[in-house]
């Protein structure tokens, strides 16, 4: 990664600005909703991690493989 992109923080200002403009301006209300965006992905992470763990190939997994031997 360049030097610029690491100081490169216009993507994140506008993803704020754009967070901030669904919820009306409420700044309490954009936190809210990305707190709880974070624990569904937090959730859905250790869902595939267990899965993983058990044994289970996710099934997006399962079809990028297929897509990448048949195009081999």
């Known amino acids: 990664m360049s030097a610029t992109a690491l100081f490169d ?3 994140y200002e506008q993803a704020c600005d754009q967070a901030i403009a669904m919820c009306d ?6 936190i809210k909703a990305l707190i709880m965006a974070n624990e569904y ?3 859905e992470l250790e869902e ?3 899965a993983i763990s058990a044994g289970c190939i996710p099934e997006i997994s399962c ?3 297929r897509s990448k031997s048949s195009a081999a």
């Open 41 to 43: 992905l937090e959730a």
């Open 48 to 50: 595939l991690q267990a």
């Open 9 to 11: 923080n216009s993507h």
């Open 25 to 30: 301006g409420n700044l309490r209300s954009t």
């Open 63 to 65: 079809s990028k493989m």
